[in-house]
């Protein structure tokens, strides 16, 4: 079975471009999530996506976007990128089982986003 | 406040030998708790879970420990290989307004001797 798949591998933009980072969740999977990675500073929650809506959203700005489309697979935009936007971003999938907190995330190998 | 930490950031032992990971959460309310492992170039891979209900569960080689009165969580790695090399990440679920939200730990990087 395939596990979450995530294009592009590496994306680099400059200071003040858009970036748009694509995420295909496992075979019946509902629940997409994004989280970044900056150096020395872990995963940060950025976006929780399921049946088509978003869930939950972490501490960032606005320009963090995303959505995800009917068949679930997500995508996430970044607008008007700075130099700290320099990060992993890993998407991961679940079940979706609804208010279940034991639905396991899986992840995806990220994408590596450098902005100059 | 929202944080799970880790008490060592790195960690090196010999091949063959037990390591145990160790995490540390703030939140009391956090009901689930996970261990991650991330090796370079890939993303985190799933080891093993464990609900607030229990204080231990096992998997194959590895040991998850659950102490709520400290709020402590541990991971055991039994006969530690070179292949277990990697950053090691516990997070916590909490549900409520969090809920769909993993919060991570800094990460332990271990590193297997042979």
């Known amino acids: 079975e395939a596990g979450v798949t995530q294009s592009p591998t590496h994306l680099i933009k400059t200071r003040g471009q858009q970036a748009t980072l694509r995420c295909s969740p496992i075979s019946g999977h509902t629940s997409v999530y994004w989280y970044q990675q900056a150096l020395g500073l872990g995963l940060q929650f950025l976006l929780w996506?399921?049946?088509?809506?978003?869930?939950n959203r972490g501490n960032f700005p606005p320009r963090f976007s995303g959505r995800q489309f009917p068949n679930y697979s997500s995508e996430l935009n970044v607008n008007a990128l700075e130099l700290e936007d320099s990060a992993l971003y890993l998407c991961?999938?679940?079940?979706?089982?609804?208010?279940?907190?034991?639905?396991?995330?899986?992840f995806g190998p990220g994408t590596r986003l450098t902005v100059l | 406040g929202e944080s799970v930490g880790l008490h060592l950031p790195t960690l090196s032992v010999q091949e063959g030998d037990n390591s145990i990971i160790n995490c540390a959460y703030s939140?009391?309310?956090?009901?689930?708790f996970i261990w991650y492992k991330q090796e370079s170039g890939k993303g985190p891979q799933f080891i093993i879970d464990?609900?607030?209900?229990?204080d231990k569960r096992q998997g194959q080689r590895v040991t998850v420990l659950l102490n709520k009165t400290v709020k402590h969580l541990s991971l055991q790695i039994a006969a530690t290989q070179p292949g277990d090399s990697a950053v090691y990440f516990c997070a916590e679920n909490y549900g409520g307004t969090s809920y769909g939200k993993l919060t991570f730990g800094q990460g332990t990087i271990l590193t297997v001797h042979p």
């Open positions: 996506y399921d049946e088509g809506e978003e869930r």
């Open positions: 991961a999938s679940s079940t979706g089982t609804s208010g279940d907190l034991t639905d396991t995330q899986y």
């Open positions: 939140n009391s309310a956090s009901d689930y």
């Open positions: 464990i609900r607030s209900n229990m």
